[in-house]
C-alpha cells in the first residue's frame, strides 16, 4: 500500500534541460528585464526624484511579498516584521560600507576618504561601471548574508513561539521588533576613519560600531532600480512558487484547519517555523537593499510603525494573494508621496481601513486568490484545465 | 507482535475528574470493519483523538502493523498509516477539492525548499503524481468534474465524500470514519454503505467507523464496540450486542441518538 | 543594602502599574481569548486625559505662583479619567470588536492593530486648546497634539537626602504610596468582583464557555461590555499614576509606550493569562526583573563590556523573561493549559 505516490515520481521526470530552462533561466531572465527596464526606461522617464520613490516602492513590495508568507499563507500573525528588515539592513550595510572603507574602492580606485567626500562610491550613478564594479557585487553577497542572518533570527524567535498558539507569535514578533531597536540604538558610533578602523580588534566589535541611535550613514548607494526591481521579481517568483507547492499548500491548510493538517500528516511546527524563517530572510534581504539605496538607516527602521505599514498591505491586498499584496504596497506606497499635505492623517486613514476591512471584507481585497482568477473567463477554463492536466 | 492491524489496548484519558475514555480496547484485524458505538458523550470522538494522537494516552497503547504508536504526534501518526475524517467536517474550505487532495498525499512527498524554488525535475515530477494520484482518487469518488471547484462551495454529501477521499490520499492502512453518515439522507446512507465496503476491498485497509445509524452500523460491521460514559459496556458481532441487555439499558430513554 | 531596598520601592511602584495594566489584558483574554492590542492604547488615553485634566484644573485654580495645587486633585483626576476610558472602552467594543464576535480570531486581532494605530495617531493630532497660562499660551489640547508635555505635579515631594551622608537612607516618595496603596485598592475590589459577586460569577462562566453561558440565561454582550470597560478603567488609573511618577509625557504614539505595553502583557502572560491572580503576580515579577537587571547589568556587566548601558536594555530583561517562560511554562505560572476541541 505504501509508496504508491513515490512509485508514481520517477515515470514523471521531466527532462533535466527543460528543467532548468523553465526553473532557474525563465525567473532569473525576467527579473533581469524587468530590472533592465526600470532602470533604462522607466528611472529616466519618470525622473530623479519619482525614480528614487520607485525604489522606496520595490522595498515595500518585496517587505509584503515576504510578510505574505507568513501572514497570508500561514495564518500565523508576525507584527515584528522590521525588525528582520533592520536586522538585513544594518549587516549589509556593515558589511559593505566596512569592507569598503578598509580598501580602495576598486570601482572608482580611490581612497575611501576621497571617494565619500566626492560621492563616487555612488558609482552607480555615474553609469559607466554597469554591472562591472566590484562593489555592487559585494552589495548582493552582503545582501545574501544580511538575509541569512536575518532567517538565522527568524528561526531563534520563531521555534518558542511557533509552537504555541497563534496571539503568542504576535506578542513575540512585536517584542522581538522593539528590543532589535533598543539594541540597535545601544552599538558604538560609526567609525569614519580608516586608520582608525585598521586600529580595531576584534574586541572592538563585540558591540559593533553602527552608529546607535543617531544611524548608520555613508553606505554606498548601489542599490540601483535595476537591482531593487530585479530582487523584487525574484521574490515574487519564489513566493509564487511556494504558493504552487506542496509546501504551499501545507502552509495554506495550516491556516485553514490546524488539526486536520495534522491529521492529514502536515508537521505544523516546521512548515509553520519554515514559513517564518524563509519570511524573515526575505525581509532581510530587502533591508540590506534599502539599506543601499542611499538611505541614512537608523534603528527606527526596527520599530513597530514600520511593521505595522507591512502588515496593512498584506492584510488590504488579500493575506495569501500575491498580486493582491503587490498591487496594495505600490498604491499605499506612492498615495502617500501625492497626499504629502495630510500625511497627519495617513494613519488615522490605514487604521480605519483596517477595522472597516475587518467587518466588510475580511479576506482582504482579493483574499487568498490572485487578481487574474477573479476574471470570469479565466475561471472557468482554469477549473477545466485542472481537470484534464493529467 | 500483535495479530492485528490495529491493535489498540486499554487506552483511556481524563480531564478533570471527568474519565472521558476509560480503558478502551479494540483489535482490527487487516481488512476488518469495526464499529464504535454509544450514545452521546460516550467517548467516542474522544477514542479517536487518542488514536489519532491529538490527545496524549494517559494509560494504555496504540500499536499499528506492530508499530507502537501511541507517544508519536499526530502528523507521524498519519505518516504511520493511520488517517481519519472529522464528526464536524473538516475540509480546507478555501483550497479547491483537488489541492485538499493533494495536500493529503503530503506525508508521502519529500519537500524541500530548495527544490520549490527552483522547480528542480524531483520537484515537478512529485507534484505531477500528486496530481495524477490525486484525480486517480476524486476519479474512485466521482468527485473528478468539481477538482476546480473551492472545497466550501460543495454540498454537505460531497462534502462528506471529500473528507474520506481525502484521508484515502494519505495512503492508510487503518481509515477512522467519525459519523461519516451525519446528515445524509436514507439513499444517500445506502450508497455510503456500499462505498465504504468497496474502499475497504479496493484499498485493502481496516475500518474503525464511528456512527449513530444503527441499521448502517449492523449492516457492515463484523464486530462492533459499545461505549457509555467513557467505559465500554459490550463487546461483540452485531447480533450479540442487538440481544445485550446492557447495550438496550444504556440506550434507553435515549432519543436523540438515532 | 539601601542601595537593593531603594530599588524595591521602585519596583513596587512600577510592578502596580504593570500589573494594572496587566488585568486588563488578561480579563479581555480570559473572555474573548484574544489579545487586545489596544489596551496600551487606553492606558495612554488615561495617561493623556490626566494632564490635560489637571492642567485644566490648576489653571482654572489660578493658584499663586510657587504654591502647590491641593489634594483634593488627584483622586478627582484619577476617577475623571477612569470615566473617560472607561467610555473610550465602551465604545472601542460595541463598535470595533462585537461585529466580529463569530469571525476568525486573527481576523480580531487585526481589527485590534487597527484599533490600536487609530488611538495612537488620533491622540498626537494637533488639537484645540482647552487651557491656557496667564500670558494667552496654549497649555492643553484634545487631541493632544505631536508633541511630548509634561504633567503638573498633584502630590508633595520628599527632597532627596544628602548624597553625602554617612548612612545612605531609602526615600520613599508619597506618588510612590499613593500608586501603590490605590493600586492595591482596584485590585482588592476587582478580585471582589470577580469571586465574590454574582456578576463576577457570570464573567467566569463566559469565560469558561460562551455559548452555554448564553444559554444559562447570561447577557454575555453585558458581561463583555463591563470587562471591557473595567479592563479599560484599570487602565486609565495605571496612565494617571504613571503620569504622576513619570511626568514627561511622550506623545501617543511613541515608542515607549509600545514597549511599556508589551511589557504589562508579558506580566499576564508569565503570570497565566486568563488568570486574575496570576497578572498581578506577574506584575510585581516583571517589575522586579526589569530593575534588577538593570541593577545588575550596570553593576557587573557594564565595567567589563566598557559600556554604560545597563538601564537602556531594561526592556530587553522583560523581554528574555517571556521567551523563558513561553520556553518552561507556555502557560504562564498560574495558567492551565487550553485544549481545542476536536
Known amino acids: 500500500m505504501s509508496g504508491e505516490l513515490q512509485q508514481l515520481v520517477p515515470t514523471m521526470m521531466p527532462s533535466a534541460a527543460r528543467a532548468l530552462l523553465k526553473g532557474v533561466a525563465l525567473p532569473v531572465a525576467s527579473a533581469l528585464v524587468l530590472g533592465l527596464v526600470m532602470q533604462f526606461v522607466v528611472g529616466p522617464a519618470i525622473g530623479a526624484y519619482p525614480a528614487s520613490v520607485a525604489l522606496q516602492v520595490g522595498i515595500s513590495v518585496m517587505l509584503a511579498v515576504s510578510l505574505n508568507i507568513v501572514n497570508g499563507y500561514t495564518g500565523q500573525f508576525s507584527i515584528g516584521h522590521a525588525g528582520f528588515f533592520a536586522v538585513g539592513a544594518y549587516v549589509g550595510a556593515g558589511i559593505s560600507y566596512y569592507a569598503a572603507l578598509s580598501g580602495i574602492d576598486p570601482a572608482s580606485g580611490q581612497q575611501p576618504s576621497q571617494a565619500l567626500s566626492n560621492g563616487a562610491w555612488l558609482v552607480w550613478n555615474d553609469g559607466q561601471n554597469f554591472l562591472f564594479s566590484y562593489g555592487e557585487w559585494r552589495m548582493i553577497l552582503a545582501s545574501i548574508v544580511g538575509g541569512c542572518v536575518a532567517a538565522g533570527l527568524g528561526y531563534i524567535v520563531g521555534l518558542p513561539s511557533l509552537r504555541l498558539r497563534g496571539d503568542y507569535l504576535a506578542i513575540v514578533t512585536l517584542g522581538f521588533g522593539e528590543i532589535t531597536r533598543v539594541l540597535l540604538t545601544q552599538t558604538k558610533p560609526q567609525i569614519f576613519d580608516r586608520d582608525e578602523l585598521a586600529a580595531t580588534h576584534a574586541k572592538d566589535w563585540v558591540i559593533p560600531p553602527m552608529g546607535g541611535a543617531t544611524g548608520f550613514s555613508d553606505i554606498p548607494a ?34 485553514e484547519d490546524e488539526i486536520a493538517a495534522r491529521s492529514m500528516g502536515v508537521n505544523i511546527t516546521k512548515y509553520k517555523v519554515r514559513a517564518f524563517v524563509l519570511a524573515a530572510g526575505l525581509a532581510g534581504l530587502a533591508g540590506s537593499l534599502y539599506a543601499h539605496t542611499g538611505q541614512v538607516i537608523r534603528p527606527q527602521e526596527a520599530g513597530f510603525q514600520r511593521s505595522f505599514e507591512v502588515i496593512i498591505f498584506v492584510v488590504l491586498g488579500g493575506m495569501g494573494s500575491i498580486s493582491g499584496v503587490v498591487l496594495a ?62 | 507482535m500483535s495479530d492485528y492491524l490495529l491493535d489498540v489496548r486499554g487506552i483511556g484519558i481524563s480531564f ?25 458523550g460516550a467517548g467516542k470522538t474522544t477514542a479517536f483523538n487518542l488514536i489519532t494522537g491529538v490527545y496524549r494516552t494517559q494509560m494504555g497503547s496504540v500499536t499499528l502493523d506492530g508499530v507502537k504508536v501511541d507517544h508519536l504526534r499526530p502528523h507521524e501518526i498519519a505518516k504511520a498509516g493511520l488517517s481519519r475524517t472529522f464528526q464536524n467536517i473538516r475540509l480546507f474550505s478555501e483550497l479547491s477539492v483537488l489541492d485538499n487532495v493533494k495536500l493529503a498525499c503530503h506525508c508521502r512527498g519529500r519537500h524541500t525548499l530548495l527544490g520549490t524554488l527552483l522547480r528542480t525535475p524531483r520537484f515537478v515530477a512529485q507534484e505531477r503524481a500528486m496530481t495524477a494520484r490525486a484525480i486517480e482518487m476524486l476519479d474512485v469518488f466521482s468527485l473528478q468534474h468539481l477538482a476546480g471547484e473551492q472545497a466550501k462551495n460543495l454540498p454537505y454529501g460531497d462534502q462528506r465524500r471529500l473528507e474520506i477521499c481525502r484521508a484515502l490520499a494519505t495512503e492508510p492502512k487503518v481509515l477512522l470514519l467519525d459519523e461519516p453518515a451525519a446528515g445524509m439522507n436514507p439513499s444517500e446512507k445506502k450508497a455510503l454503505a456500499q462505498s465504504i465496503k468497496l474502499i475497504r476491498e479496493q484499498f485493502k485497509l481496516a475500518v474503525l467507523l464511528i456512527e449513530h445509524d444503527m441499521g448502517l452500523v449492523m449492516d457492515i460491521c463484523e464486530k462492533i464496540t459499545v461505549l457509555d460514559h467513557g467505559c465500554t459496556i459490550a463487546h461483540g458481532t452485531p447480533s450479540e450486542i442487538q440481544n445485550n441487555p446492557k447495550v438496550q439499558e444504556a440506550y434507553l430513554g435515549e432519543p436523540a441518538t438515532a | 543594602m539601601a542601595e537593593l531596598l531603594q530599588i524595591m520601592v521602585a519596583v513596587v511602584a512600577v510592578g502596580s502599574l504593570y500589573a494594572l495594566i496587566a488585568l486588563g489584558y488578561t480579563m479581555v483574554y480570559g473572555i474573548l481569548k484574544f489579545i487586545n492590542f489596544a489596551h496600551s492604547d487606553v492606558f495612554v488615553l488615561g495617561a493623556w486625559v490626566s494632564l490635560v485634566l489637571s492642567v485644566m484644573i490648576i489653571s482654572a485654580l489660578k493658584l499663586a505662583p510657587g504654591s502647590s495645587p491641593p489634594l483634593w486633585i488627584a483622586p478627582l483626576v484619577l476617577i475623571a479619567a477612569m470615566v473617560v476610558c472607561g467610555l473610550v472602552g465602551f465604545a472601542i467594543e460595541r463598535l470595533a470588536y462585537k461585529p466580529l464576535r463569530k469571525a476568525p480570531r486573527l481576523n480580531v486581532l487585526i481589527t485590534a492593530i487597527g484599533v490600536s494605530l487609530l488611538l495612537q495617531n488620533v491622540g498626537q493630532l494637533t488639537g484645540f486648546a482647552v487651557a491656557k497660562d496667564d500670558d494667552g499660551k496654549t497649555i492643553a489640547t484634545v487631541p493632544f497634539g505631536p508633541s511630548p508635555k509634561r504633567m503638573p505635579s498633584l502630590l508633595p515631594e520628599t527632597a532627596a537626602p544628602d548624597p553625602n551622608l554617612a548612612k545612605p537612607l531609602v526615600l520613599i516618595q508619597p506618588v510612590d504610596v499613593f500608586i501603590f496603596v490605590s493600586a492595591i485598592v482596584l485590585m482588592v475590589g476587582l478580585q471582589y468582583l470577580v469571586f465574590r459577586t454574582k456578576f463576577g460569577a457570570a464573567m467566569r462562566a463566559v469565560s469558561f464557555n460562551t455559548e452555554t453561558a448564553a444559554l444559562m440565561g447570561i447577557r454575555v454582550d453585558r458581561v463583555i461590555s463591563v470587562t471591557f470597560v473595567t479592563g479599560a478603567m484599570l487602565a486609565a488609573a495605571a496612565g494617571f499614576m504613571y503620569a504622576l511618577k513619570y511626568p514627561g509625557l511622550n506623545q501617543t504614539a511613541h515608542e515607549t509606550w509600545v514597549l511599556l505595553g508589551l511589557k504589562a502583557f508579558v506580566a499576564a502572560v508569565v503570570g497565566g493569562i486568563g488568570n486574575v491572580r496570576g497578572a498581578v503576580l506577574g506584575g510585581f515579577l516583571i517589575a522586579f526583573i526589569e530593575f534588577m537587571g538593570m541593577y545588575c547589568f550596570s553593576k557587573y556587566l557594564d565595567p567589563v563590556l566598557h559600556t554604560n548601558m545597563g538601564t537602556n536594555l531594561r526592556d530587553v530583561y522583560v523581554f528574555a523573561m517571556l521567551i523563558f517562560v513561553l520556553l518552561v511554562r507556555p502557560a504562564g505560572i498560574l495558567g492551565s493549559q487550553l485544549k481545542e476541541k476536536v
Open chain 2, 16 to 40: 478533570g475528574g471527568l474519565k472521558a475514555c476509560d480503558g478502551l480496547t479494540v483489535q482490527i484485524p487487516t481488512g476488518g470493519l469495526h464499529g464504535l458505538i454509544g450514545p452521546n
Open chain 1, 329 to 390: 504596497a505600490i498604491i499605499l506606497s506612492i498615495l502617500p508621496e501625492a497626499l504629502r499635505d495630510l500625511s497627519e492623517y495617513r494613519l488615522i486613514v490605514y487604521a480605519l481601513l483596517l477595522i472597516l476591512m475587518m467587518i466588510v471584507r475580511p479576506k482582504g481585497l482579493f483574499g487568498v486568490r490572485e487578481i487574474w482568477e477573479f476574471w470570469p473567463f479565466t475561471r472557468a477554463k482554469k477549473s477545466e484545465k485542472k481537470v484534464i492536466t493529467p
Open chain 1, 222 to 255: 548601489y542599490a540601483s532600480l535595476m537591482w531593487v526591481w530585479f530582487f523584487v521579481a525574484v521574490m515574487i517568483f519564489f513566493a509564487y512558487r511556494v504558493k504552487q507547492s506542496s509546501t504551499g499548500r501545507a502552509l495554506l491548510s495550516i491556516r
